[in-house]
């Protein structure tokens, strides 16, 4: 018997927060892994009005609390939000017994977070660079 293999995708932006090409890029990866049979979980900000948990054609989606720490720049919000990001990921990893093959974060902007879990759980981390700002 195979075993579903598990993917804990992390992504600054999802629906319906769409800033750019990221949130769109993960919403149909993430539902076209859902539906061949991948069990998939995205991690994200918050955004306002939409709710902290939810499913969205098969994927579960959680938003973290990227608002809760006020910052003077983009750079320090950033950083805050890793922070957050991969402190509640990893909460999520712990609560489903540790379940999660792999990691996969979406863009410079969630890759501390990423490199954080990856040497938590000693999980791989696939990494998709969408955009390089200078």
């Not at 018997?1 to 992390?10: D, F, I, W």
């Not at 993960?26 to 892994?33: D, E, F, G, I, P």
């Not at 489903?96 to 490199?115: E, P, R, S, T, Y």
């Amino acid at each position: 018997m195979s075993k579903e293999l598990t993917v804990m995708m992390l992504t600054w932006e999802f629906p319906p927060r769409i800033i750019g090409g990221i949130s769109p890029h993960v919403y149909y990866l993430s539902r076209n892994l859902a539906k061949n049979g991948v069990k998939v979980y995205v991690v994200t900000c918050d955004f306002p009005g939409a709710p902290q948990q939810e499913i969205i054609d098969g994927v579960e989606v959680f938003r973290v609390d990227s608002y809760k720490n006020p910052s003077p720049d983009f750079a320090t919000w950033v950083y805050l939000m890793n922070v957050n990001m991969q402190k509640e990921a990893a909460a999520l990893v712990n609560s489903l017994g540790g379940k999660v093959d792999i990691f996969h974060a979406h863009d410079w902007l969630v890759a501390n977070a990423g490199i954080g879990l990856k040497h938590v759980f000693r999980k791989p981390l696939l990494t998709t660079i969408h955009s390089t700002e200078i």
